[in-house]
């Protein structure tokens, strides 16, 4: 079973601008990153790193903005393993130049990441596991950031049933309790990603 790769873990993979998106060429990161070693992937379909939870439409939209508008983009996506594994993954996709300067296919730079999807924070919220650090409520990144959904952990750290907080802008049930220490720091984890 392929290891989940040292946060920071680099690899380089150029695709064609057709359609297709075949890997034209890619760096030895790709084994540390995901098990397959450059001649693996040359010649195959980026969507060969593709599974169950990738959002392949996200990423062949910013392959095609790169290839086509000339537009780089940065997004966060679960890429898969040799041997089916997850590996949380931040993609960045910029257009590609041959020696001539002309474009010629896009660079897609891929960097493992301790960071989580929506979708992963959900299930954990929903489970509310207290043995490992899980999210205890998911907030909005729209204004006023009203709470999406909380735990009973969560609830109970704030001191109000979940079901009275769920809606709530964070900004109205935070204000009493803003000394709160496990609080602070549950807020400083979630700032730096973790």
Known sequence: MLEKSPIGTRAVVIVSSNTGHQVLMCDNGLQALLDYNPDEA???????????????????????????????????????????????????????????????????????????????????????DESTQSAMLLVSAEPPHPIQTINGTGAALLGTPAAQLCGRPLCTVLAPRADDPRLDAAIRAARDGR
Do not use: M, W
């Open 42 to 128: 040359v010649g195959r379909s980026i969507r060969f790193l593709f599974g169950p939870e990738t959002d392949a439409p996200a990423i062949l939209s910013a392959v095609k903005s790169a290839t086509s508008l000339q537009h780089p983009t940065t997004q966060h996506a679960i890429l898969y393993g040799r041997h089916g594994d997850a590996q949380n993954t931040v993609v960045t996709c910029a257009p590609y130049y041959d020696a001539a300067g002309a474009p010629s296919g896009c660079l897609v730079a891929l960097e493992a990441s301790a960071a989580i999807t929506t979708q992963q924070a959900l299930r954990e919220c929903a489970a509310g």
